[in-house]
């Protein structure tokens, strides 16, 4: 009966799905700037001339440097921590003192059982327009679309699945995302608890690592190139500390369970972690390095973190060709991506839809 009870305390939460939970629209803090998008590059040390130099960008039709699609689900959309005219955010000398909880506003959540802890689990996004430099990014909808209780080695709760939408100054649709989390307490589970979504991970491939660049942007693959079961070549990531503080620095993400060991075990993980906005950019990176410039990248996911990418692993991201079509006048191909570390496979495996330029077009 204990167990029944904890679950149907989330009923109240999975009667509100289809409730838009957004309020107003949420205007970005600013623009998206040449030296924002150097910074979220930085700690990828992605070097692909379409986010840092406008004569390439313009050349394969875009208005400006390029945003990475990465970093339009969360820091090119961010509403900032503080402005004049706001009360302090710091109040307490406290070294563990956590950042109060007064951003520029705050959405309005589900009913539901109370929590102490969460962290991202899966995202989906639907790329429409490409993100420049210049363009002022708007959040609208927060739409709760899913609610699934469980109980993970971390503790008990429910994944939360919620629904928006970002337009830019123009008032174009530019991406329709899906972002999961894992809303808990932290404890220790019942024998047999099932991890976090899904319940079992497949085993790792076992993808040699690619640690260094070496990509010939002036070579694009076109979709002539490409063929069924073709590996997407690997790419690996060294979390260290210092690379996960300078990515908090350049992604905006300022969670301490990312940066602080002691935080990351009171919510029940291993140590401090990636966040998403880091694994979207390592993926982004892996793919892009594949279709080249010309390439489109139209649809990421659902991705879905499995376990904690933790400081001292190096996360190795790599992929496979699952589907090549054509829809709509364009050249499509599916990739299965997934990363993994030491324990098994951390991320994915998920799809991501790009569309690649044709020899005969």
């Given at each position: 009966m204990a167990d029944e009870r904890w679950q149907q305390a989330w009923d109240i939460t999975a009667r509100a799905?289809?409730?838009?939970?957004?309020?107003?629209?949420?205007?970005?803090?600013?623009?998206?700037?040449?030296s924002s998008i150097r910074r979220f590059c930085e700690?990828?040390?992605?070097?692909?001339?379409?986010h840092y130099d406008a004569a390439v960008a313009r050349e394969y039709g875009f208005r400006d440097v390029l945003a990475p699609w990465s970093g339009i689900s969360q820091t090119?959309?961010?509403?900032?921590?503080?402005?004049?005219?706001?009360p302090t955010r710091y109040p307490a000398p406290d070294r563990d003192a956590v950042i109060l909880d007064t951003?520029?506003?705050?959405?309005?959540?589900?009913?539901?059982?109370?929590?102490?802890?969460?962290?991202?689990?899966?995202i989906e996004i639907e790329y429409h327009e490409p993100v420049c430099v210049g363009d002022r990014l708007t959040r609208s909808g927060r739409r709760l679309v899913a609610v699934?209780?469980?109980?993970?080695?971390?503790?008990?709760?429910?994944?939360l699945t919620f629904e928006s939408r970002l337009h830019n100054q123009r008032g174009e649709l530019v991406a329709v995302q899906r972002n999961g989390s894992f809303r808990y307490t932290p404890g220790v589970p019942a024998e047999g608890a099932r991890p976090a979504r899904p319940a079992e991970a497949p085993e790792p491939r076992g993808v040699p690592p690619a640690l260094a660049s070496s990509v010939d942007w002036s070579r694009q693959r076109h979709v002539e190139d490409v063929s069924v079961g073709e590996e997407?070549?690997?790419?690996?990531?060294?979390?260290?500390?210092?690379?996960?503080?300078?990515?908090?620095?350049?992604?905006?993400d300022f969670s301490?369970?990312?940066?602080?060991?002691?935080?990351?075990?009171?919510?029940?993980?291993?140590?401090?972690?990636?966040?998403n906005v880091f694994i979207q950019g390592w993926w982004e990176r892996c793919v892009r390095e594949y279709i080249g410039l010309a390439g489109r990248v139209r649809r990421v996911g659902p991705l879905r973190m499995r376990i904690f990418n933790t400081v001292g692993e190096t996360v190795v991201t790599g992929g496979v060709v699952r589907r090549v079509w054509e829809e709509a006048g364009e050249h499509l191909v599916e990739l299965e991506?997934?990363?993994?570390?030491?324990?098994?496979?951390?991320?994915?495996?998920?799809?991501?839809?790009?569309?690649?330029?044709?020899?005969?077009s």
């Open positions: 799905v289809g409730t838009d939970y957004g309020g107003e629209p949420e205007k970005a803090v600013e623009a998206v700037e040449l700690p990828l040390e992605f070097d692909c001339p379409l090119f959309s961010r509403r900032g921590h503080w402005r004049p005219g706001m951003e520029l506003g705050v959405d309005p959540e589900p009913p539901g059982p109370p929590y102490t802890a969460t962290f991202a689990t899966d699934v209780p469980r109980e993970t080695r971390v503790g008990r709760g429910a994944f997407v070549p690997p790419l690996a990531v060294h979390l260290t500390i210092a690379r996960l503080v300078v990515e908090a620095g350049a992604n905006l301490r369970v990312h940066h602080n060991t002691a935080v990351a075990h009171a919510t029940g993980a291993p140590d401090m972690y990636a966040n991506m997934r990363s993994e570390i030491s324990r098994g496979i951390s991320v994915g495996p998920g799809p991501v839809i790009v569309a690649l330029p044709s020899r005969g």
